[in-house]
């Protein structure tokens, strides 16, 4: 039986034909990243020389749940300019294989620099890690990829600054959606990286809660402020809790950073 899910390559029928292994095409490199659903290779075409990411699923158990979703996700969010794009997928050694778009930075890489946007100085002269110019440039464009989600009905449900990938020309792509999902009105509190984590999620309680695509905007916000700091600002000691007291550190913190930026914005002002 030949199932369409709507982008090439997708469980072609074979026939009586022996199939063709689609990985004699490539050549796999080094792991770039490897997490709880999956491990991403860089691989490159052995026709065009062209470089690309091969996500493996490491699932054995065959299409899980979770496997069909990020591959919905990944087909109706095909050709957004902010949204990785899935070239190919097709199964190698019994395993689901995506082919994406290789990009070679996160926005880890810069952000988390340690001096944020405060200039320092070195070599006689002061200079700046991060202009701001850039903090608003890719705050934009995760905000236009995340509306595009969430005007779809889909939560990304895991954006932090190591999932927002950057090209050479620092243009945004949101990636790893493999916990994305449509929105429905109950679903797991068990997402988002917990720094990035909206405070409606953290309940050690319940297996299920009810919140919307606003933790999205809260995970962009969060990065914002990492941004602005130079590192992660929110770790996991200061923000888990077992009860709604679990908000007041956050909330402490953000308005310690408000005065900070403040009291620096007045000073300036006066200079």
């Known amino acids: 039986m030949h199932v369409d899910l709507g982008y090439p390559g997708a469980f072609e029928p074979w026939g009586n034909k022996e199939p063709e292994s689609k990985m004699e095409k490539y050549k796999r490199g080094p792991v770039l990243g490897s997490g709880a659903y999956g491990t991403v290779y ?8 062209k470089e690309y990411a091969l996500k493996y699923h490491n699932s054995n158990r065959g299409i899980e749940d979770t496997i ?5 996700c990944l087909t109706a969010l095909k ?7 899935m070239h190919d997928c097709f199964v190698d050694d019994g395993k689901i294989a995506m082919l994406m778009t290789y990009v070679p930075y996160t926005l880890s890489d810069a952000i988390h620099n340690g001096y944020g946007v405060k200039s320092y100085y070195e070599q006689d002269r002061w200079l700046q890690c991060l202009p701001l110019s850039f903090v608003a440039h890719f ?3 995760v905000a236009n990829a995340l509306s595009y989600m969430h005007r779809r009905n889909i939560i990304h449900r895991d954006i932090t600054p190591y999932n927002v990938l950057l090209t050479e020309d620092l243009t945004v792509k949101v990636a790893d959606l493999g916990l994305s999902r449509l929105s429905v009105e109950v679903m797991s509190p068990n997402v988002v990286t917990e720094p990035y984590r909206a405070p409606e999620l953290f309940s050690q309680r319940h297996t299920s809660a ?13 990065m914002i402020v990492d941004a602005m700091q130079g590192r992660c600002v929110f770790v996991g ?12 550190p956050i909330c402490k913190l953000l308005l310690a950073l408000h005065k900070t930026h403040y009291r620096q914005h007045k000073k300036s002002i006066h200079e």
């Open 210 to 222: 009810k919140y919307t695509c606003a933790i999205d905007m809260w995970s962009l916000g969060v």
């Open 42 to 49: 860089k691989v490159t075409c052995l026709t065009t020389g």
């Open 68 to 72: 069909v979703r990020e591959l919905s």
């Open 237 to 248: 000691s200061t923000i888990r809790c077992e009860n709604k007291h679990h908000i007041h």
């Open 79 to 85: 050709g957004h300019p902010y949204v990785i794009n």
């Open 139 to 141: 705050s934009t464009q």
